[in-house]
Nanobody, 122 residues
Framework: EVQLVESGGGLVQAGGSLRLSCAAS????????IGWFRQAPGKEREGGSW????????YYADSVKGRVTISSDNAKNTVYLQMNSLKPEDTAVYYC???????????????WGQGTPVTVSS
């Protein structure tokens, strides 16, 4: 059974940091790209960060570039998202997803976690 389980979300003040984790199981981790997406209330889901598990290449959306770092521990089949200098507009449910290629479109991702909520207070 394929599973992606996010953790690490919570309430943080503006300017603070959080590290999200995405633990994957049930598929060959090295064959997939992992992306972090988020969905704020009343808004569409948007992508923020992506990593190729095979070669470690990373990609970031302009909205988060310079404030977040995506990394992967292939031995643990886990991807992390370190988020710094958080802003109230970063408030959203954060999802990790696995897909065959690195892509900023959610449509390319086959497997999704249940999401972890992040709330940034001003």
């Amino acid at each position: 059974e394929v599973q992606l389980v996010e953790s690490g979300g919570g309430l943080v003040q503006a300017g603070g940091s959080l590290r999200l984790s995405c633990a994957a199981s049930g598929f060959t981790f090295d064959d997939y790209a992992i992306g972090w997406f988020r969905q704020a209330p009343g808004k569409e889901r948007e992508g923020g960060s992506w990593i190729s598990s095979s070669d470690g290449s990373t990609y970031y959306a302009d909205s988060v570039k310079g404030r977040v770092t995506i990394s992967s521990d292939n031995a643990k089949n886990t991807v992390y998202l370190q988020m710094n200098s958080l802003k109230p507009e970063d408030t959203a449910v954060y999802y990790c997803a696995a897909g065959p290629i690195v892509c900023d479109s959610a449509a390319w991702y086959d497997y999704w976690g249940q999401g972890t909520p992040v709330t940034v207070s001003s």
